[in-house]
């Protein structure tokens, strides 16, 4: 016997339940025409995920259920047909003195029109970017379901997400009777975790000796992004099938019967490098945060530096280059190579070029000041103000023509507040946010050795990436003269921000203990410029957004 199953990898819009409705319908009926009988959808996926404080309104919560019947009533003409929700449920239970959660993270199992059960995910992940137990109450349950038809039945175990990191959900489910587990997720990306996924599917098909199918969400939402990449493996562990990573795709799975057992047969996608899985997770983080919020395009100040380089590749591989608006900035310290790459990089990317000098505001501000700053030298203070200058130019062009700011710091710059803030950290999505300087180089030169998206191979002009970085704000300057060298930098911040070492072991490990303790202050310090960042893309474990909770006020810092 055999069983055609589909998993339908969409990209849903969080909020946009009768949108997201529609793309399942489209998704169940062209599976059922190639003859798939069980469609699974993705954790939530009729109302995105997450939806965050949206699941506290039961407004929310009750548009979600008037979007599965009407899912369940558009596809009640596929006979035989199982499709599976994922979806908020219930709401708050209301007395005179208290109000009890009882909210679920729910998927619901739907066929020729009826809803024939709804599942709770039991296990709620509370950490790094995940925060369920807010929102949601841990179910009870076990699910359970028959799909196919006659000899092509199967017994299906379904779990959502954090439950098939735990052995009792899948033990209960095969208990139940199940034959082949089916898991619905959304588990935002960052690098490694696909392999990690895999890793711990295979460990959990293993140990309840049944096959596993994984469904998984693909898609940006605000600062994290969901890498597809669905996948199955046998009850002995062994990988039989994987969707495409970063793209929508409905991937097909045969569930056939080998004597008592059920073997899984799929198309598999190659394995791909890491840094091509942190270029498309890049793209697709910054394509969906414009497109699904409505914005015409992005600019961006474009100095002729790395950071700058690296961003406007990304735009441009994620929008086109119709939609991307560079401008440069010229102040009186602007070398001439930076004019001259600058230039370049934008004629080799096709986009709308414009050079603004800040020259008279610059002078503007120092005469208006000059009073006020009697007797003293000029400091970061002029730095900044250049800085603000531009941020304030690009803001005007982005309020008179509609497109985003998008800014160009990185991740060693906003650990140690080497940004100014209302300036270089003015605008509306941080693309970069979470990349170690180190990281930047490294991505500038895959690109220049790869062309992914078709806009053209080699974008970024060898000298951007070979001349020391510096951010052009006073005579001669490079950015290590303010900070340790970026391999060491960087390292330092992975061990201190993003795996919480110890200073004592950082500096055991190796590194001079007056770099580890400057490093350590500037994180410290500059945490109320953080607070005040645009939003970016987290492509790690552990970036500068959901998963750093720090307070401003603080004096521990061990």
Not at 148 to 176: N, Q
Not at 256 to 265: G, Y
Not at 292 to 305: A, D
């Amino acid at each position: 016997m055999t069983l055609k199953l589909c998993v339908a990898q969409l990209n849903f819009i969080v909020g946009d339940m009768p949108g997201n409705a529609q793309k399942i319908i489209t998704a169940a009926r062209t599976a059922y025409a190639d003859g798939a009988r069980l469609l699974l959808t993705p954790e939530l996926s009729l109302c995105g995920y997450a939806a965050e404080d949206l699941y506290l309104r039961p407004s929310f919560v009750s548009a979600c259920g008037e979007a599965v019947e009407t899912v369940a009533s558009a596809l009640a003409d596929l006979k035989g047909m199982v499709v599976v929700l994922g979806h908020p449920s219930g709401g708050d239970s209301r007395t005179k003195s208290v109000s009890v959660q009882r909210r679920h993270n729910a998927a619901s199992v739907i066929s020729e029109g009826r809803i024939l059960e709804t599942y709770a995910k039991r296990e709620l992940p509370n950490y790094q970017v995940f925060d369920e137990r807010r929102y949601f109450t841990p179910g009870q349950g076990v699910c359970v379901f028959q799909a196919g038809e006659g000899a092509d039945r199967i017994s299906v175990g379904l779990l959502i997400c954090e439950d098939a990191w735990f052995d009792e959900p899948a033990l209960l489910a095969k208990e139940a009777g199940a034959e082949l587990l089916a898991v619905i997720n959304a588990s935002p990306f960052h690098l490694g975790k696909g392999g990690e996924r895999i890793e711990r599917m295979a460990e959990r098909a293993r140990a309840v000796g049944l096959p596993l199918v994984y469904a998984h969400l693909v898609g940006g939402q605000d600062e994290v992004v969901f890498d597809g990449g669905s996948f199955c493996v046998n009850a002995d562990g062994a990988l039989t099938g994987r969707a495409p990573s970063f793209k929508e795709n409905l991937f097909t799975v045969q569930a056939e019967r080998a004597s008592a057992a059920i073997e899984l047969v799929a198309t598999m996608a190659p394995e791909r490098s890491l840094d091509a899985e942190l270029w498309d997770a890049l793209v697709l983080g910054l394509r969906d945060y414009v497109g699904k919020n409505g914005f015409p395009g992005v600019l961006l100040g474009l100095s002729g530096g790395i950071d700058s380089a690296l961003v406007l590749a990304l735009a441009v591989d994620a929008l086109g280059k119709d939609r991307v608006r560079t401008v440069m900035m010229p102040s009186p310290y602007t070398a001439d190579i930076s004019w001259i790459d600058a230039r370049d990089m934008a004629a080799r990317m096709g986009v709308q070029y414009d050079e603004i000098s800040i020259l008279p505001e610059f002078e503007a501000f120092k005469a208006s000041l000059k009073p006020h700053f009697a007797g003293r030298a000029e400091d970061t203070t002029e730095e900044n103000i250049q800085a603000r200058i531009r941020g304030t130019l690009l803001m005007a062009l982005s309020n008179k023509f509609g497109s985003i700011v998008v800014t160009t710091g990185n991740k060693s710059e906003m650990a140690t507040g080497y940004c100014t803030l209302y300036g270089d950290m003015a605008g509306g999505f941080a693309v970069i946010k979470d990349l170690a300087k180190t990281t930047v180089f490294r991505l500038c030169r895959w690109r220049n050795a790869n062309d992914p998206n078709g806009t053209g191979a080699s974008p970024i002009p060898e000298r951007i990436i070979t001349r020391p970085p510096s951010a052009e704000l006073r005579p001669d300057q490079t950015d290590q003269d303010s900070l340790p060298d970026y391999a060491v930098l960087d390292a330092i911040i992975e061990a201190y921000m993003e795996n919480d070492a110890r200073v004592e072991d950082i500096i055991a490990a190796g590194h001079a203990k007056a770099d580890v303790d400057k490093v350590v202050r500037l994180l410290k310090i500059n945490e109320y410029k953080r607070r005040q960042a645009p939003i970016g893309i987290r492509v790690t474990h552990r970036s500068f957004g959901k998963d750093w909770r720090y307070p401003v006020t603080s004096k521990f810092w061990a």
